[in-house]
Nanobody
Framework: QVQLVESGGGLVQPGGSLRLSCAASGGIFSLNKMGWYRQAPGKERELVARIEPISSSSYYSKYADSVKGRFIISRDNAKNTVYLQMNSLKPEDTAIYYC?????????WGQGTQVTVSL
């Protein structure tokens, strides 16, 4: 069974950085699309970044306009892990961050990790 476990969230001041990790288990996922989403209080879940395979060794990344130039998504297939490096954080980045993976016709989600950007 596919499982995703996020980590790395926390409280950070505006302008600071965090790196989120999402470890996948239950298979080998080098050819699967993976992504990060977030949900702020009172808002719908939204895409932050996705990383999709072009081949077994190259990937295409795309980002929400609100995080372009500040966030970087990457993956380590040897560890079955996807990362989200978040720089120049703003209070509006405060949300629960979720990772997901597409396996066949199914999409799996992690439990989420809280990111709070505040003084």
């Amino acid at each position: 069974q596919v499982q995703l476990v996020e980590s790395g969230g926390g409280l950070v001041q505006p302008g600071g950085s965090l790196r989120l990790s999402c470890a996948a288990s239950g298979g080998i996922f080098s050819l699967n699309k993976m992504g990060w989403y977030r949900q702020a209080p009172g808002k719908e879940r939204e895409l932050v970044a996705r990383i999709e395979p072009i081949s077994s060794s190259s990937y295409y990344s795309k980002y929400a306009d609100s995080v372009k130039g500040r966030f970087i998504i990457s993956r380590d297939n040897a560890k079955n892990t996807v990362y989200l490096q978040m720089n120049s954080l703003k209070p509006e980045d405060t949300a629960i961050y979720y990772c997901n993976i597409e396996v066949g016709i199914r999409t799996y989600w992690g439990q989420g990790t809280q990111v709070t950007v505040s003084l």
